[in-house]
């Protein structure tokens, strides 16, 4: 608003000036020698004219800079306001506000596992606490609808044996079977957590556990969530579906029946 202040100056030294303007030898020429009353209040009316004209000038353009300020405030708040929120988050931070998300969603959650290990294996308490309330939210949370995509691998295809007959009946629960290429401790797929329309997770982005820094990126932002949800899409596609809104596939039947049988 430096252009407003300096017009501001200018105006009043303007102003000033006309006001003087009987004053200034060079513009008293323009009164007769001998001046009657009338022919000074012609001048004035006409210094009040020019005033009136110069004030009127200047708030229109005070006014114009005014809304453009307005305006270009206005869209670097609402860029504040959009503005993705970014944040890192350490290994044992996540399970607790990925968990606290979910029972707090209101349509869908989408949700990736792509450790060769099953979650079971892990050797951590707090893990094996977030699988089991994580089963007990998609049970008891029937309006929102949950899908899980699993890496294919033997103690996860184990795993599976167990945890689809706990989901089966239930409308809410889908779960996929993502055969990753090659038996690389990393997957080269990117594990990707979506709640709702807003909130995305970028989980294990170079191990799954043992990080000593940060090991997943939360970010709150609803465009970057729809790119990730296509992401997901695109994944869950390439999956083998074992259960359908709750409902066990030929597949799903497969490896509870391999595993109840002990043929692996």
């Known amino acids: 608003m430096k252009l407003a202040k300096w017009l501001l100056l200018l105006v009043f030294a303007i102003q000033v000036l006309a006001a003087l303007v009987p004053f200034i030898p060079f513009f008293a020429r323009a009164l007769p020698e001998n001046p009657t009353m009338r022919d000074v209040l012609n001048l004035e009316i ?3 004219g020019v005033q009136f004209a ?4 200047y708030l229109g353009l005070s006014l114009w ?3 453009r300020a307005a305006e270009t405030r206005g869209k670097e708040l609402l860029q504040t306001i959009n ?6 988050l350490r290994e044992q931070d996540f399970y607790q506000e990925f968990l606290g998300a979910a029972k707090k969603a209101s349509r869908h959650v989408d949700i990736m596992y792509l450790a060769q290990n099953a979650p079971d294996e892990t050797k951590h308490k707090d893990r094996h606490d977030y699988y089991d309330q994580l089963l007990r939210t998609i049970v008891s949370t029937h309006q929102v609808r949950f899908r899980r995509i699993i890496r294919n691998s033997d103690s996860n295809r184990r795993w599976l044996s167990e945890l689809l007959p706990k989901l089966a009946d239930r409308p809410n629960a889908d779960v996929g079977l993502l055969k990753e290429t ?20 970028l989980v294990a982005l170079e191990t799954h556990e043992g990080s000593s820094d940060y090991r997943d990126i939360y970010v709150e932002n609803a465009e970057f969530n729809s790119a990730m949800s296509r992401y997901y899409d695109r994944l869950w596609n390439r999956s083998e579906c074992l259960l359908n809104q709750g409902r066990l596939t030929a597949e799903g039947t497969k490896i509870i029946e391999e595993f109840r049988n002990g043929t692996t």
Do not use: C, H
Not at 83 to 88: E, F, G, T
């Open 83 to 88: 503005a993705p929120k970014i944040q890192r």
């Open 46 to 48: 006409t210094i009040f």
């Open 182 to 201: 090659g038996r690389e401790k990393m997957p080269l797929s990117l594990s990707v957590q979506l709640i709702d329309s807003n909130q995305t997770w």
């Open 54 to 57: 110069i004030v009127t000038a």
């Open 65 to 67: 800079l005014y809304e």
